[in-house]
Structure formats: C-alpha cells, structure tokens
C-alpha cells in the first residue's frame, strides 16, 4: 500500500482527506458543467440515421478496438436488444463528430429479456433487487456504453495505452480535454433523463467495479448485486433507481445532470420515446 493509501486509511486524517478530496471535485465539476455544454452536446437518437452513428461508435470500441466482438462486415456493431432500446450520443461540438453512445434496453412486450437477464443472471445474488420482483414495464438495463479512443484521454494519460489511441493534443484546446474524462458521466445522466422520461423505475447495469467506485465518489451510487464475473473482463451487476440517483448526486455534479437533463427535454419536445 503506497503513502497516499495508507493516509486515506488513518482514522480522521484519513476522514478529513476524504472531505477535502470530495469538495475539490464538487467545486471542479461546477467548472465542468460549464465546459462540458460549451463543447459537448447530449443527442437522444431520434432517428435512423442517429442510430446509426451509435452503431458505428460501439463497432469502433467493441470490434475493432476491445475485440469484444467480430468485425462486421458493414461497420456496424448491432444486437438482438436494439429492437426494445432507445439510445443516446454525446457530440463534440467544434468537429461535429460524435465521441460516444449509450442504450437504455427496455421491456416492451411479454417474453423479452434485458442481457444481464440473458446473459449474467447467476451473477445476481441480491433476491431483494432481483430483476423479476419488479414490473417488467419499469425495469430497464443501461448498457454498450462507448466512448471513442481519441476522447477518452487526457493530457496527462498520454503516454498509457497509447494502442488502443492517442489524444491528438494539436486538435483539442486544453479546456477541451478537462471535458473528455466526464463524457461517461453524462451519457449514464443521459441515460438517466431517458430512463425516467418513459416512466422506468429500476434500472440495472454490468460494470467494471472500479468504474461503479469512480461513479460513487461524485454520488451516483451503483449497489451492487454480486460478486465480480468474467464477462468481457472483471464485471458486476448494479442496480440504481432514479430516487437515489437525484437524491445521491453531488451539488456540483447536479450542475451538470440539469444542463443535460435541460438539453434532452429540449430535443424531446414533439418527439414521444416508445
């Protein structure tokens, strides 16, 4: 355990390290919804071409980078799931180009399943949270969250895994990389907006633990289901609802979730989510 584990670790010195880590976030992230809606764009995928785009993402990370997937011979990364999903993307406003996607997958009609039903239903040990205890109207599954190499990369992260892509710094303004860490942020609150604005009550999600850590230091605190499987490296099922996702949310990052939430309901507008 390095020195700064173990100061994290001391009884109070620890406890106070803690805070002052946790408003230095807090007063960043009121920065960073301000540079995230300077330069990035939520977009709920209102039409086929839009869905396409996110197609397109999810086969650049899923097959041709991760390999989590085969090569499509089209360029698009499509599942059974897509048919009973809504999507969204998050565009890069000075290139027009969109840097990620995310699907919220929904039960629409009896005999449907979300994939951790499917795929990873042993991994569930939680009986109290259990996807089947739920009306299968208002249980959704946030998932094939992708974000583009080349906007997943900070200055400072550079040089580590430089093969699976490089920030171009020659292309981005420093204020624009401070951006680029927090676009997983906001698709889950877009995902969010999405889930809540077509009355889902639960919502789960397979991830990587340390990415459920990350996301409960600035208050959206994933629980837990169980244990840690292989599948398509170390996952775990979570679940969340959109009561203790408001409620948990820090003031600065609440910020951001409003101007997104704002962005959503604007392109929501004489547009119905089915």
Known sequence: MNWN??????????DITKK?????????????????TQFLQPQIAINDELEEEAFKI???????????EDVKEGGL????????SIFSLIKHKPSNEYTSCVRVVRIQQ????????????DAITNEDLHPRRFNRSE????????????????????????ATGVIQESSYSEVELRCFPFIAIGLYMSAATMAINTGIRHGY?????????SMSFIGIKFQPLGEPIEYHGLRAPYYI?????????????KNLFKAIEHEIHEQLEGFKLT
Request: hydrophobic share 40%; proline share 4%.
């Open 241 to 253: 609802n959109h009561e203790v996702f408001l409620a948990d949310l820090s003031p600065g990052f």
């Open 205 to 213: 999600v397979m991830m990587e633990p340390r990415l459920a850590r």
């Open 20 to 36: 002052i880590a946790s408003m230095r976030v807090n007063h960043e992230a009121y920065n960073i919804a301000e540079h995230f």
């Open 58 to 68: 999810r086969h650049n990370v899923y097959c041709e980078e991760l390999a989590f």
């Open 110 to 121: 009896e005999g449907q399943l979300l994939p951790i039903e499917k795929f990873c239903l």
């Open 77 to 84: 990364e499509k599942d059974e799931f897509d048919q009973q």
């Open 5 to 14: 584990k173990r100061l994290l670790n001391t009884p109070i010195i620890g």
């Open 139 to 162: 249980i959704c599954e946030i998932s094939r969250l992708a974000v583009k190499a080349d906007f997943r990369r900070r200055k400072t992260d550079q040089f580590k895994g430089s």
